[in-house]
């Protein structure tokens, strides 16, 4: 791995934070957690996330995240 290599996963890398938090304001995850803590599969329960990330048939849609609340 060169030196450019590692500066365009640096890059990349930049991209999670952004990429984290978009995810959790599509989920309503700030909301949820407004009433305190809970666990990852406290909140995953909560949104019905399990069943979102069961492999699905390349022709079905994903589902939208307003789908996904309980």
Same mark, same amino acid.
């Given at each position: 791995?060169?030196? &450019?290599?590692? %500066? %365009? ?7 999670? @934070?952004?990429? @984290?938090?978009?995810?959790?304001? @599509? ?9 305190? %803590? %809970?666990? &990852? @599969?406290?909140?995953? &329960? #909560? ?8 492999? #699905? #048939?390349?022709?079905?849609? #994903? ?8």
């Amino acid at each position: 791995m060169g030196q &450019a290599d590692v %500066a %365009a996963l640096r890059r990349l890398a930049g991209l999670a @934070t952004p990429m @984290t938090l978009r995810v959790a304001v @599509t989920l309503g995850l700030p909301d949820r957690l407004r009433d305190g %803590a %809970a666990t &990852a @599969t406290e909140l995953a &329960a #909560r949104q019905l996330v399990a069943g979102a990330l069961r492999p #699905r #048939r390349p022709h079905q849609p #994903r589902p939208r995240p307003q789908d996904l609340v309980v």
